[in-house]
């Protein structure tokens, strides 16, 4: 399996003067020292102003994938060292409705009703507007569950709408996607430039089938033609086929049993002058089992009967930098019918035990408790630049607990979340 690496050029960013009305960051320069434990990114002593995104149409605006970059890392790093101090800086400098404006402003009177956004990543959540879309050159971005987006024209209005209409937080069917929005994984860097390229990807879907999946690009970045080549030989019958695609595509395969290691070769051909091929093998392995993609409980809900509530949830997702466990908290308090947010005493612990994703060996456990008197609370771990990690049931867990006081009263209000992966035995 491939693993990426991306290093940090903070210190070497871009130094601006001025700032328009609509940036982000404020024009003082930021002093920038990230001192982090041993698996986490780390850059000391960089001074870097940071260069912040536009806005277009109730979005965010960057010019190319670094200069997302920029913001993210810098972003996540904040958020790293306090949670508190990022959710201050993105509701006061913040210039669009994001999600996590949406999140942490929300009041309801029906827990079931409460706003329960599908997003696990805590970063891009200030990043998207409430239709989970940001803007990246000419491409309008948007999240449909935690590991695909659509890229689209921006200045494509029926795209742009078909899209808003398309229900999200689930399974991304290709059936579904509307003409003119190519879709790729949140991981892949390459994915927002103008190549001519077929991007290709294998992933074990469930316990007897893999999925062959990318797009082809022309030369102006839009949807083109290429064919998509799979041969997987030591199987009977064998399976050696050739496929002309447009755009989008997919191919599911139904592997046999009981042989345990199958070789799945791919190669993808763009039909246009500077495109490359690309190939890719898979090792198919229905012995070993584990689930590199993202998941989370949902949005778990506890409270004491009475007035007091507890909203979390645990995630475990992966970008373009990183592997992330995480569980968070909102504390809730009831006050003539409503819910608001309420600072309480919380407590939050994130275990996390990870496998190798290539051949689900146990790549190690990492755990975290954060407290305070807050009004939400988070702990998580991160594997640094290493996103090459998998999951199985039971290896990500969050424990909650909100202590009340009242009149000499003690009492706790306690959660737990255990996310659910796909393995096989």
């Not at 999240?143 to 494509?156: C, E, G, I, R, V």
Request: include cysteine.
């Amino acid at each position: 399996m491939k693993l990426y690496f991306m290093p940090i050029l903070l210190c070497s960013m871009l130094i601006i003067s001025c700032q328009k009305d609509k940036d982000l960051i404020s024009k003082d320069t930021i002093q920038n020292t990230m001192n982090t434990n041993s698996n986490a990114r780390t850059t000391t002593g960089a001074v870097a102003k940071l260069d912040p995104p536009t806005v277009i149409e109730g979005r965010y605006s960057f010019r190319d994938f670094e200069h997302l970059t920029s913001l993210y890392l810098y972003l996540d790093q904040m958020y790293t060292d306090d949670d508190q101090r990022f959710n201050d800086f993105v509701s006061k400098n913040e210039k669009i409705t994001s999600v996590h404006t949406l999140l942490h402003t929300d009041v309801f009177s029906d827990p079931k009703e409460r706003y329960q956004p599908f997003l696990t990543d805590p970063i891009m959540m200030a990043l998207v507007n409430e239709h989970f879309e940001y803007q990246i050159g000419e491409y309008l971005v948007t999240y449909m569950n935690n590991d695909k987006l659509l890229l689209s024209d921006a200045t494509d209005k029926r795209v742009q709408h078909l899209i808003r209409a398309m229900e999200k937080g689930i399974e991304l069917d290709i059936e579904s996607i509307p003409e003119g929005a190519l879709w790729v994984d949140d991981t892949d860097q390459n994915a927002f430039k103008k190549l001519c390229t077929c991007s290709l990807n294998i992933v074990k879907i469930n316990c007897s089938q893999i999925k062959v999946y990318g797009n082809c690009k022309n030369l102006w970045g839009a949807s083109g033609k290429g064919t998509v080549n799979v041969n997987i030989n030591n199987i009977f019958p064998p399976i050696n086929e050739t496929h002309t695609v447009s755009g989008n595509y997919d191919f599911i395969y139904t592997m046999p049993t009981p042989d345990p290691y199958i070789l799945v070769s791919v190669s993808t051909d763009p039909k246009c002058p500077t495109g490359h091929t690309q190939y890719e093998d898979y090792v198919y392995n229905d012995t070993n089992s584990c689930d590199p993609r993202d998941s989370n409980t949902g949005w778990l809900w506890s409270e004491d009967n009475v007035n007091q509530g507890l909203s979390h949830r645990t995630a475990a997702y992966k970008n373009c930098w990183s592997t992330y466990e995480e569980a968070q908290a909102y504390s809730k308090h009831k006050y003539n019918g409503v819910w608001y947010d309420s600072p309480s005493d919380l407590e939050v612990t994130i275990d996390a035990s990870r496998k190798w994703e290539w051949d689900c060996t146990d790549a190690g456990f990492e755990s975290e408790t954060k407290t305070g008197h807050k009004k939400s609370i988070r702990a998580r771990v991160n594997t640094g630049f290493q996103r090459s990690f998998s999951h199985c049931d039971g290896d990500v867990q969050g424990t909650f607990k909100k202590t009340l006081n009242w009149n000499g009263m003690t009492w706790d209000i306690n959660g737990f979340g255990d996310v659910d992966f796909e393995c096989c035995d």
